[in-house]
């Protein structure tokens, strides 16, 4: 039995979330959350969220146990990108692009 959770359209870029993802991917929930914790920045606490809310879905939906959780399956594509343009000298604009990511993980109990 498997839970997901999915948090769409969070404003950090997926190249930056694919480094996190690919560090924990496989292992168990407890172990990425506390590995999470400490980590700096914005991009661990926007995974960790997304973990927990998997785990509290397979507790909550499925009666699984939090401690035997493991990720299966963790992958985040890309989402809208917010496009701005910015004046530049001699009558040119740059373009400002704010890229947005979907966050999908999937748990399952441990055997």
Same mark, same amino acid.
């Not at 397979?58 to 989402?79: V, W």
């Not at 910015?86 to 993980?105: E, F």
């Given at each position: &039995?498997?839970?997901?959770?999915?948090?769409?359209?969070?404003?950090?870029?997926?190249?930056? !979330? +694919? $480094?996190?993802?690919? @560090?924990?991917?496989?292992?168990?929930?407890?172990?990425? $959350? %506390? &590995? !999470?914790? !400490?980590?700096?920045?914005?991009?661990?606490? %926007?995974? =960790?969220?997304?973990?927990?809310?998997? =785990? %509290? @879905? %397979? #507790?909550?939906?499925?009666? &699984?146990?939090?401690?035997?959780?493991?990720?299966?399956?963790?992958?985040?594509?890309?989402? =809208?990108? $917010?496009? +701005?343009?910015?004046?530049?000298? +001699?009558?040119?604009?740059?373009?400002? $692009?704010?890229?947005?990511?979907? *966050?999908?993980? *999937?748990? #399952?109990?441990? #055997?």
């Amino acid at each position: &039995m498997e839970a997901k959770a999915i948090a769409k359209y969070v404003g950090i870029s997926p190249q930056k !979330l +694919r $480094l996190v993802a690919n @560090n924990v991917r496989g292992r168990k929930v407890d172990e990425v $959350l %506390a &590995m !999470l914790r !400490l980590a700096p920045g914005p991009t661990p606490r %926007a995974i =960790a969220k997304v973990i927990k809310s998997a =785990a %509290a @879905n %397979a #507790e909550n939906n499925f009666q &699984m146990s939090p401690t035997d959780l493991k990720i299966s399956r963790i992958f985040i594509d890309s989402g =809208a990108t $917010l496009k +701005r343009y910015r004046p530049q000298a +001699r009558g040119r604009s740059n373009p400002i $692009l704010r890229h947005t990511s979907h *966050i999908s993980v *999937i748990v #399952e109990e441990q #055997e």
